[in-house]
C-alpha cells in the first residue's frame, strides 16, 4: 500500500555549449521528481523533464496528483490504472489549465512513470520485463483511449497487440544484442567546428553508426557548412539527423530544408512550431522523400494521432516524460504500429526510462529496433547510468525503470 508521497525539484547545470540549440542557449536540465513510498519498502521514482524555470510547478502539480494515491495497493492500482490516468487528465480544476498539456500533464507524467516503477520493483523485475510478459488484455487495461476512438479502439488496441505476439520470442534476441543507440552530443548549436569534427569522429570510433546535428542558425549558410562537415567526415555510410528546434516559420523551412538535402540527411527533426500540422505537412510534401521527424513537444495522443492521419510524420518521437508517462507513451507507439510509422523516442538524458520501452516497442508490438538517442550529460546523478557499449544500449537488469537519482 502507498503511504507516503513526496515530490522534489532537482537541477543540473550543464557544462559550456552541452544541451544548447537553436532555441534552448544555456538550458539547466531539470527533473521534477515524484517519490512513491509503500508500505512493503519500495520506492517508486518517476519524473518529468524540464530546462530550469518551471520546474517546481511541474512539482507542485505531481504532488497533487500523488497525494490521491495514498492507500492504495499498487498492484490493484496498475490492473485498471487506464482508468485512474483518464480521471486524472480530466481533472476538472486542473482541465482547465490543459487539456492534456502544460504543466499539469508534465505533473501527471512524473506520476504515472513513479507508479511503473514502484509496480516493476515490487515484482522484482526491470520495467520492460513487466511490460513485456503482461498480456494484451493487461496491457490494454492500463491505457486511456478516450478521444482515439476514430483510430484506435479497445478492440483495435487489443487485436494490434494479439497480432504481435507473433515472432515475440525471436524479437527477444534485442536483448542480448543490445538496442542501438545514436549519438546527438557530437554538434550542440554553440559548439565549433573543429569540436563538431572532433566528436564526430570520437562517435564514429565509439562504433555509432547514427549521430544528429543541431542546425536552426540565424545564417543558412552555417547550417549547410555543418551538415556537410559532418558527412564528410563520417562518410556515406552514418546516418545524420538535423535538428531545427522549431527555429523555422514555414518559408523559412521550405528553403533551408531543400539546401540541406544535398548531404542526405536521414531526417529533419522538428523545422518548425509544434501545433502547425498543416505546416508540416506542407513541408514534408515539399521535401519528400526526404522525411520529418517530430514529438519531442506533442504533449499527448490525440495531436499525434493527427500528425498520423495527416501523413507528415516519418518518424515519431513521442517521450515519456512529456506525453503523461509510460501509459500514453503506449498508448501513441499503438497508434504508430497501426500507421507503419517507427517509434524513436526524445531522448534529452531520458534514456533511462526509454531504454525500457523502446524493447517492449520491439518485443511486444513488433516495432522495428531503429536506434534510441543518447545524451550523456546526467548520467553520474543516476544509480543505475545507462550502459553503452559499441554503440548499442546494454539491457538493464535492475527492477524498475532505472530512474533512481543518487541523493
Known amino acids: 500500500m502507498i503511504l507516503k508521497t513526496t515530490t522534489k525539484d532537482v537541477r543540473f547545470p550543464l557544462g559550456k555549449g552541452a544541451g544548447s540549440d537553436a532555441i534552448h542557449r544555456d538550458p539547466i536540465y531539470s527533473y521534477a521528481v515524484t517519490y512513491l513510498h509503500d508500505d512493503s519498502g519500495h520506492t517508486g521514482t518517476g519524473f518529468a523533464f524540464t530546462l530550469g524555470e518551471g520546474n517546481d510547478l511541474v512539482c ?5 496528483y ?43 507524467a512524473a506520476v504515472t512513470n513513479a507508479c511503473y516503477d514502484l509496480w516493476a520493483k515490487k515484482r522484482g523485475v526491470p520495467l520492460w520485463k513487466l511490460l513485456t510478459d503482461l498480456s494484451p488484455e493487461q496491457i490494454v ?135 502547425d500540422i498543416l505546416a508540416h505537412k506542407t513541408l514534408a510534401d515539399a521535401i519528400a522523400p ?56 526524445h531522448v534529452g538524458d531520458m534514456g533511462q526510462l526509454h531504454q525500457h520501452l523502446v524493447l517492449f516497442n520491439h518485443i511486444s508490438m513488433g516495432h522495428e529496433a531503429l536506434f534510441l538517442e543518447q545524451i550523456p550529460h546526467l548520467q553520474q546523478h543516476f544509480v543505475h547510468p545507462v550502459q553503452i557499449k559499441g554503440g548499442v544500449y546494454i539491457t538493464p537488469q535492475e527492477p524498475g525503470s532505472s530512474c533512481d537519482l543518487k541523493d
Open 60 to 64: 507542485k502539480a505531481a504532488q497533487f
Open 66 to 108: 500523488a497525494e490521491q494515491l495514498k492507500g492504495k495497493d499498487i498492484e490493484e492500482l496498475m490492473a485498471n490504472f487506464g482508468e485512474t490516468f483518464k480521471q486524472f487528465s480530466n481533472e476538472q480544476q486542473f482541465r482547465w489549465l490543459g487539456p492534456h498539456k502544460g504543466v499539469v500533464h508534465l505533473g501527471l
Open 141 to 275: 487495461k492500463t491505457l486511456d483511449l478516450s478521444y482515439l476512438e476514430d483510430e484506435l479502439t479497445e478492440q483495435q488496441a487489443l487485436s494490434l497487440l494479439i497480432q504481435n505476439t507473433v515472432g515475440k520470442e525471436q524479437r527477444k534476441d534485442i536483448l542480448l544484442k543490445g538496442y542501438p543507440g545514436y549519438d546527438t552530443s557530437i554538434g550542440w548549436f554553440n559548439y565549433s567546428d573543429e569540436q563538431v569534427r572532433e566528436n564526430t569522429l570520437r562517435a564514429v570510433d565509439q562504433g555509432y553508426i547514427a549521430m544528429k546535428l543541431k542546425v536552426g542558425s540565424a545564417e543558412a549558410e552555417r547550417d549547410i557548412r555543418r551538415a556537410h562537415l559532418v558527412r564528410e567526415t563520417t562518410g556515406d555510410a552514418v546516418k545524420i539527423m538535423l535538428d531545427a528546434n522549431q527555429q523555422w516559420n514555414l518559408p523559412q523551412a521550405l528553403k533551408i530544408c531543400k539546401q540541406l538535402q544535398s548531404m542526405n540527411p536521414y531526417w529533419i527533426e522538428e523545422p518548425t512550431h509544434p501545433d
Open 290 to 345: 526526404t522525411k520529418l521527424a517530430l514529438g519531442e513537444h506533442v504533449p499527448n495522443r490525440i495531436i499525434f494521432k493527427n500528425y498520423l492521419q495527416s501523413k507528415c510524420a516519418g518518424f515519431i518521437q513521442v517521450d515519456a516524460v512529456r506525453v503523461g508517462g509510460v501509459s500514453e507513451f503506449i498508448t501513441v507507439s499503438l497508434l504508430c504500429r497501426k500507421y507503419g510509422i517507427p517509434v524513436v523516442p
